[in-house]
């Protein structure tokens, strides 16, 4: 192990990067976490070791796991469907309402609050559940002076990615996703190589060249785009002038004379369309300005009806509390019942004509006499009758602003059909002329000027395509000093990853698995390019029931079944994070995958995981991994209370406090309301040795 430790260290000499330390995690005002009896929402404190986040199906685990992925990474993430090779390195937005859609009141007012430790420093961070914007970032007073930028979100960038000891935010969100969480819509490492080449960027070029790979890598792609934009205009430019020089050979007066007459029919055409989109550009600025109008009134109208409805309740409910506000908003807003969760849309409605109709509550429908606290009839009375009336005048100009919206939509579709038909026609009469010109050349008529310049635009159309051809081969030239130095790099590190992930794997498969490192000729972009680039690369062997001895390579997921495909690419997570985090500590995040483990590997998957959190030099790192209550080992097992072998061990520290119960916190699914004795009897079975 000395040499695989000197390797290490001459490697990750180059750079180092902190991965984040989450320590606590707090929810409030979540429906999906209303919380125990005594204590309001969800707050769980995670230690060092595994830690274990305890449900049923459907009751949130999942929920939770992407809750602190997108604490740690807003709103942004990598784009969906590219290939990291062939992508700009820019992130892009993602669903922001992605936890309010789960609930009836869309998180209107919930919040999550993060604390995690990064490098020597604690971040304590707030979000905003309804669509993830911060609320606020509050760094320990420890250290220097954090950078602090107009926007809030632009100040947390700054912070992790200088703290992290990384380029920029878009390097912290790819080495969350592709290390420290292993959640459902994960993306592979292992057998993405350009994955692995933008990890191993990260980890292994140095902090002055960083910037220069990316703006290098960038402009090689945007040339390749550019080149490919160009050549298939060129391309389609010279199919159509050398159709039109071999029609011409072959023209007959009569063929001029057609010609000649279908320019003029185009001409005609063209000034008639003109003239038509003229008349319908003056009528869609006409309905445009009157549909504003009308959606201008009618969101005044919206306003007063929304104050008068504060009014009448005030009038009827004069010490309504905060929570009882909120259930008839909920109600008056039609979008649901926050105390049996309806959303059907006639029984709310029955609710609110309760209130405006009868002067009723809506929850128990008590008439006011009924009412601890009601206001003069009188007064609510002549509030419901304006507020109907008003709902009257508001229903009518809102219809009126529908009517004139689908007028303004019927005119902006003539004004596109017309201009559409003026493009065609325009393009029409371009290659009719053109037609003609080599027509009239061809027959002595005029001569070849008109041929000559698109001769001459087609040179300088290649002439664009050759220039950024070249301006891609220079960018990857220069970019090829820098992959030979991550190679190098990594080259150094091998030895001890292919360690590391051979003995965290044997826990979790009973095959032979093994990686093996080599360089490799890749593309950028597109299109071809005589410069060579070599990128290191680590490779999957092994062995089967056929092939029992000598592994053999698995160089993609449709090679090895659903299951060892979880492992190694956990496993390979695992043996990276370890090495490249160092002796500092780490979070490693996983929806753990128990149901692709047999009753002999739980235990050893629990003891590779503990190990991983536990037993190594320098600070304890921390692993969370969800866990289904199915009367299996997983549990004991993640808790380090089973050896590699199954049998039960004694441990020195109380491990109670690692488990976050969510049958505690979560809202009672029907499974957890009928069967709650049963759940809690294997709750008390899988804690039994603690």
Known sequence: MQNSDASAAKALSVRQIYFPV???????????????EDAVGLSHEFRAGVNVILGINGIGKTTLLLLLYRMLTGDRDLREGEELGGAQRKLTKSDNSVFAVRVPDRAASATATLRFRLRDRTITITRSLKDLSLVSVVPDEAGAALPVHTELEDTYKAVVAN???????????????????????RRSLVWDKWAQTEVFRILFLPDSTQANYKGLLNSALSADSQARNIQSVLT?????????ERESAQASPEDLRLLRAEVDGLVYRSERVETQLASYDVERIQCRDNAARLRSDAEKLSQKERELRETLLASIFPKLSDYGAFAIASIEALRGCIVCGSVDAAHLEVARKRIHEKLHCPLCDADPLEQEQTAASDDAAANSHELDDLIQRSASIKAAAVKAEAEENAAIRNYSKVQAEKYEIERDLRASRQKLEVVERAAGIVSSGGVNNSRERLQLLQESVDDYKMEKNDALGQLRVLIEEISANVADFKE?????????IAHFLAEKCELTFRTAARNIGQSSSPVALLFPEFHVLMTSGVFRETGTPREDTGSVS??????????????????????????????????????????????????????REGERSTIIASSNLNGSQMIPALL???????????????????????????????????FSAEYQTQFDK???GI
């Open 562 to 615: 659903e299951s060892q495909k979880e492992f190694i690419e956990l496993a390979f997570r695992m043996a990276v994070l370890s090495a490249s985090s160092g002796k500092h500590a780490c979070t490693l995040i996983i929806e753990t995958p128990e149901a692709n483990l047999d009753a002999v590997f739980i235990p050893k998957a629990g003891a590779a995981l503990n190990d991983f959190a536990l037993k």
């Open 22 to 36: 989450i320590e606590h995690i707090d929810v409030d005002g979540y429906v999906l976490y209303p919380g125990k």
């Open 686 to 688: 899988a804690m039994a």
């Open 496 to 504: 001890q990853l292919i360690e590391d992930f051979q003995r965290i």
């Open 163 to 185: 703290l992290a000891g990384l380029d920029d935010f878009f390097d912290w969100v790819l080495l969350l996703k592709y290390l420290v969480f292993y959640l459902e819509d």
């Open 236 to 244: 389609g430019e010279q199919k159509k002038l050398a159709r039109l």
């Open 640 to 674: 380090g209370l089973l050896d590699s072998h199954g049998a039960s061990t004694k441990l020195e520290t109380d491990v109670s406090k690692n488990v976050l119960n969510l049958l505690d916190f979560a809202a009672k699914s029907a499974a957890l309301r009928d």
